[in-house]
T-cell receptor, first 111, second 113 residues
Framework: NAGVTQTPKFQVLKTGQSMTLQCAQD?????MSWYRQDPGMGLRLIHY???????DQGEVPNGYNVSRSTTEDFPLRLLSAAPSQTSVYFC??????????FGAGSRLTVL | GNSVTQMEGPVTLSEEAFLTINCTYT??????LFWYVQYPGEGLQLLLK?????DKGSNKGFEATYRKETTSFHLEKGSVQVSDSAVYFC????????????FGPGTSLSVIP
């Protein structure tokens, strides 16, 4: 039972590069979301999805894109990386009972 | 808007000491309240929750009571262990078309033998 799987665990980018953080869940959860974790700021919601084909913006969406073509996958794309996007990113899923299941996180450094 | 405030720490305790981490919230409507725990190098996991006023959530010796009158959900444990060293996040969710979960800043706890 894998739960929520995120890849890669670590990534270093140069300013202006693009990349995709992958997220997959095997629990058939409707809802998926991406958070970023920064010191002293808790977790902030970037984007979320309430089902395949449906996405919406969270609190801090600028500089990120998402898509949800299947129930299982919810990739997060950084279009042109900036140092301000250095953070730890968490993907989460839930079935509507408000209890989130988190991945192990992806640590991104933008130089 | 909806928000969560908690003591940021870091908190350092000796093994077997009593733990309290304060959490207060602001919310429209009637939120569900949660404590999540993040062990080093891992993602967050649910520790306990409460869905209505006066409910008490409990798990692994931790407890928290939903206090509507003081808008609080303080986390307590009577005797902490070294293995409890982690970051603890208070969170709330208000039912809308999508149950967005809002997190506090987290409280880092270190327990020393």
């Amino acid at each position: 039972n894998a739960g929520v799987t995120q890849t890669p665990k670590f990534q270093v980018l140069k300013t202006g590069q693009s990349m995709t953080l992958q997220c997959a869940q095997d629990m058939n959860h409707e809802y998926m979301s991406w958070y970023r974790q920064d010191p002293g700021m808790g977790l902030r919601l970037i984007h979320y999805s309430v089902g395949a084909g449906i996405t919406d913006q969270g609190e801090v969406p600028n500089g990120y894109n998402v898509s949800r073509s299947t129930t299982e996958d919810f990739p997060l794309r950084l279009l042109s990386a900036a140092p301000s996007q250095t953070s730890v990113y968490f993907c989460a899923s839930n079935s509507g009972a408000n209890v989130l299941t988190f991945g192990a996180g992806s640590r991104l450094t933008v130089l | 808007g909806n928000s969560v405030t908690q003591m940021e720490g870091p908190v350092t305790l000796s093994e077997e000491a009593f733990l309290t981490i304060n959490c207060t919230y602001t919310a429209t409507g009637y939120p569900s309240l949660f404590w999540y725990v993040q062990y080093p190098g891992e993602g967050l996991q649910l520790l306990l929750k409460a869905t209505k006023a006066d409910d008490k959530g409990s798990n692994k010796g931790f407890e928290a009571t939903y206090r509507k009158e003081t808008t609080s959900f303080h986390l307590e444990k009577g005797s902490v262990q070294v293995s409890d060293s982690a970051v603890y996040f208070c969170a709330l969710s208000v039912v809308t078309s999508y149950d967005k979960v809002i997190f506090g800043p987290g409280t880092s706890l270190s327990v020393i033998p």
